[in-house]
């Protein structure tokens, strides 16, 4: 009996060593399948919203997520995630895209600008987590209020009061700005595309995300093209993201954070939802909290 019980212990212990090792793989398999369909689609979320999914298979695997919004429709309106410089010499509290929206209780929200600090290595050793305080690159506007200073080397997109957006190369928004969120390049100005050699990263395919508007600054563009993710959406160049860009007819448009920051939420009746596939920790649909964000109220669609 001994020895058959010593033979049932080591099945046992076989059965439950492989159960371990094989559900982190059905776990981590799992969230490819929360990924949003290669599958092309239309679809208007507010009044004065509307979202499009574009799938491409050249010059790789690519999904384009791209969001319009029409600034003067009623019930539109803009929202930087507000900051509060503390004496430890830091801007804000870091939270994910879908907590800012569901705090603010917005219709639609993006991630906004590059910041510090920042530390990847494993799904549980990274900064920050939500709550953690960080910087923003750039200059930072959240309800009229200056909260990240403007910095010459990183231009910004600003609205005023009016809802009027402008993106301004030299980094300072006018004395009129409500909102305002940082970037790293312009990528469109006067409707051209700007030329630049781009190198190092921004020559290899990466997750981006860029805010654009037409001439009058009534209209914006909002676009996120997943990354990292093989055989489902490997990302862009600077230069291919440019032509895209070019593509909706833009007047003028910014490079925001990208990578692993790339994330797009919507509003429904049981919370934040979200329209692209982030990957943070090289896990999709895992958000990474963030500085700020580029948020919209608007309202419910006319039945």
Known sequence: ???QRQIYLNRFLLFAGTGLLILPLILYGRLHFLRPPQIDKEQPLFQGIFYRRVV?????????????????TPGVKVLVTPGMPTPDDTEINARTTSEFLNEFKLQLAINGSFFYLFREQT????????????????????????????????PVV??????????????????????AVAGSEVLVAGGNGVSKNFNGNNNKPYPRVVVATNK????????????????????????ELTKIVMELGAYAALNLDGGG???????????????????????????RPVANHLGFYALPLQR
Not at 143 to 152: A, L, P, Q, T, V
């Open 56 to 72: 491409r298979s050249t010059p790789r695997p690519l999904m384009i997520h791209i969001v319009s919004v029409d600034l003067k």
């Open 158 to 179: 600003c609205f005023s009061s009016s809802n009027i957006a402008q993106i301004f190369d030299s980094g300072s928004c006018p004395k009129d700005t409500f909102a």
């Open 261 to 287: 920051s790339t994330t797009l939420v919507m509003a429904t009746p049981s919370g934040a939802s979200l329209l692209n596939a982030p990957i943070q920790t090289k896990l999709p649909m895992r958000e």
């Open 123 to 154: 799904p549980w050793d990274y900064y920050p987590h939500s709550g953690d305080r960080v910087n923003v690159v750039g200059q930072a506007i959240a309800n009229g209020r200056i909260y990240s200073k403007f910095e010459s080397k990183w």
């Open 1 to 3: 009996m001994p020895a």
């Open 216 to 239: 009058k600054g009534d209209k914006l563009w909002l676009i996120a093209v997943d990354g990292k993710q093989p055989l489902y959406s490997e990302g862009v160049t600077m230069a």
